[in-house]
Every structure is written in structure tokens, then in C-alpha cells.
């Protein structure tokens, strides 16, 4: 009788580890599943990036783009994931097997995958990871402009601190400080920068010119003269200034950290005025230096790049390609957050602007090119439109003025200068 009672309490037991398992293999994986649809923000992102890693893997297998394992008759599939951040791109991450190195045709077989509501959707820009472990693909829809055209001077204000670049891209300087871009002439560098100029002037910033080229010399007729520097001697002096002020800013956030008992406050959290010094063909500017003058250059510019950000001074520069212009040494091109290349543009010099192996797509249009905004150098390309000011008149010089008066007469202002 005993015998039986003790079978029948080990079973029951039995049952019950067995249940338990079931139930603790339930709740994982509807934790991790939970998870994955948090990541994706929904769950029709979520079923639509399923669906694609799925689509991705049997385009892999249907055109064997697999690595083959030597002397068997196995394969091993690359495991795929893919990540979206709907309209605006769809992200693919690919694991790099040996053997796999024909980017070209990996990339036929994902624009090949994406079908039906995603089919407008192609890859722009592909990347291999420094550690050589993974193909990065990012894929938008081609059919969709960028551009941003402002119709009126008050859609182009901003808060402070920030710079909208195109359509779907709004910077905030004081987590993503630095703004570089690099094109050939005629390529919209300085286009760009006007269109960012207009909106710093709206939202009361600061801004000091390094203009060499004499681009933004008109502006004297309203703005003030000493801002604006051409030559050498000048424009030292103008980034002292510009340092001394870095140095004075920092006691007051020091102060304010004292006085708030907040470590890490930045001058942006205490309502610091933004100070932008931009530069256009800085390359040129540098030119025209001897040695002494070029290394003190350097050396401030490297001080407003690496320290600016906790105290709202921030560099917006524009130059020709990182393969002809190497003023800036790798290092002070790495401390800019944002880093457009306009243009098309050679694997060399993608590679120089965005800091390793990086294959962007086709042809560029005139004004457009490719952008990463992160401060990560592991970041794969997305594209870049230059904004349009021609089409609702925005470039008149006028306009200009009208915004410089504005921002001036702002409460912002005002109360940030106080
Ligand atoms: N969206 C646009 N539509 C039409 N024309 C434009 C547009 N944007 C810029 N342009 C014009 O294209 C020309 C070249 O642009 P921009 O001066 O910005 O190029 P750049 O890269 O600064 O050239 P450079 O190296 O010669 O200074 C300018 O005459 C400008 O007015
Ligand atoms: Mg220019």
C-alpha cells in the first residue's frame, strides 16, 4: 500500500517539476516576446520586422548567399534582425559569416525581401562593424523627399538648442554638440549653413563667423562686424575670445552645480545662451596660416570641441572632402556629432567622414548626400537633404535680418542674457 501511495506521490511530482517548466518556459519567452514588442514600439512593427527578418533569410537560402560548410552537405543561415523606426528607415543587421563578403548581392537579396506595404523600401547605406562581425544595411523609402522648405520665417524658429536638418531630423545641440559637413563645391555646404544660420538667428543664439570666403560678409550691414572675421590675425582672436568665454561659463555651471547640488548640469539646464561659431571652408582659412598660427588654431578649436558642450558652445563647420581638406585630424573630427557628406563621394572619403567601411548607394543628387548623428562611429549612413530656401524665397538677405531682429527681440533671448 505504501509502494503504491509513494508511486503515486512521485508522480504527482513528477507532473509537477514537469508543469513548473512548462510554466517557467511560458513566462520567458512571453517576457522576452514582450520585450522585443516594447523595442519595436508596437506590435504591428513588431509582426512587420518578423515578417521581414523572415523574408531576409529565405532570400539568403533561395540565392544561397549562405555559407556552405566545408565538406558537408549543411549550411549555416546568418542570423538577421531587423529593426525599424517606421517611416523614416528600416534597419538590418546581419551576421557575418566566413566566406560571406559579396555585399553587392546581400544587398539585392534584402531589397528583394522587402515586398507589398515595405516595398518602397531599399537600401541606402551598408557598413561591416569594426570587429568585422556583422553587415549593418540601412533601408528607406525611396519614394519619400526629405527636404525640408520652409514656407515662412516662423516655421524655421526652433527651441534653443535646436537645429531641424531635414524633414524627419531635429538636433539638440547640447546632446549632440558639433555639426560638420564636408561636399564639393557647388555640392549645398554653404546652403546648409545658411539654412542653420536662420534658425539660430530666430532662437537668439550667438553666432561668430570664420569666413575666409567672404560668404557671409553682407551680413555686416546688420549684424556685428567684429562676429564676422576673414583673415588670419582676426579670426585668432575672435576664437580666444570665444575660449575666454568657455572658461568663464564654466565657473558659472560649476556654480550652479555647487548651488543646485546637481552634478553633470550642462549650460543648457541652467538656460545658457547657445554660442555657435561657424566656420565655412575652414580648410581655407587654415590655407593662408603659418605654422605658429595653424597649431594655435587648432589647439582652440580643439578646446571649444571637446569642453563646449557642457557650456552651449558649439562649432557648425563646413569644408571641402576629408580627403583634400586634413586640417582636421581624426580626433577633432570625431568629437562632431553630427557629420553630413554631401555629394557623391568615393569609398576613401566615406570612409574618412564616417570612420570605417561604409558603402552608400548609388549616385547622389545635387544638394543631398548622407548623414550620421550620434557621436558613435559605429553608426551606418542614413541620406541627407540639404534644406531649400530658394523655393519660398527664405535666402533673400532681408529675410536674414528679419530673423537676426527677431531672435534679438526675443523673450528668449532676453531672458537668457539677463
Ligand atoms: N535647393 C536649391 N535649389 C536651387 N539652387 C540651390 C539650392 N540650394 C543651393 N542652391 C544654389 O546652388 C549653388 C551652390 O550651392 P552652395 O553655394 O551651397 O554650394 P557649396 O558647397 O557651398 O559650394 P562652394 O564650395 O563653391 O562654396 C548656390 O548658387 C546656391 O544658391
Ligand atoms: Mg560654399
Known sequence: ??????????????????????????IVRAYSLMKSVINAKSIKTYITQKGSERAIT????????????????YIAVPRVTVGASLPSCVKVSMEKLPGMYDIEKLTEDINSSFRGKLGAYAV???????????????????GSDKTWRPKTLEEMKQNSHEIKLQNDLIINLADKPHIIAWGKSGSGKSSLLFSILLQLFMSGSEVYFIDPKS??????????????????????KLLRNVCDELRRRQKIVAKAVKKQQKIGLRGYDIGLTPIVVVADEIGSAVASMDS?????????????????????????????????????????????????????????????????????????DRFKGFYISDGKTDETPLSFAVTDL?????????????A???????????????
Open 404 to 418: 537676426y531682429k527677431m531672435g534679438f527681440q526675443s523673450d528668449e533671448h532676453k531672458k537668457q542674457t539677463k
Open 58 to 73: 529565405k532570400s539568403l537560402l533561395a540565392t544561397m548567399s549562405v555559407n556552405q560548410l566545408r565538406d558537408t552537405p
Open 124 to 142: 541606402v547605406s551598408s557598413r561591416i562593424t569594426d570587429d568585422g562581425l556583422y553587415y549593418k544595411f540601412v533601408l528607406e523609402d525611396k
Open 292 to 364: 605658429k598660427q595653424k597649431k594655435e588654431f587648432l589647439a582652440v578649436l580643439t578646446q571649444i570641441v571637446q569642453k563646449g558642450r557642457s557650456v552651449s558652445i558649439f562649432c557648425i563647420v563646413a569644408t571641402q572632402s576629408p580627403k583634400t581638406d586634413t586640417t582636421l585630424s581624426s580626433d577633432i573630427r570625431s568629437q562632431f556629432a553630427t557629420k553630413i557628406l554631401l555629394g557623391s563621394a568615393n569609398a576613401e572619403t566615406q570612409r574618412m567622414a564616417f570612420d570605417g567601411e561604409v558603402a552608400t548607394k548609388g549616385g547622389v
Open 215 to 236: 560668404e557671409f560678409s553682407a551680413f555686416q550691414e546688420f549684424y556685428p562686424s567684429e562676429r564676422i572675421q576673414e583673415d588670419t590675425e582676426p579670426i585668432l
Open 390 to 402: 530658394h523655393t519660398h524665397h527664405l535666402n533673400d538677405l532681408k529675410r536674414f535680418e528679419k
Open 1 to 26: 500500500m505504501s509502494s503504491i501511495i509513494g508511486l503515486v506521490v512521485s508522480i504527482k511530482a513528477v507532473q509537477f517539476a514537469l508543469w513548473s517548466l512548462v510554466c517557467v518556459l511560458i
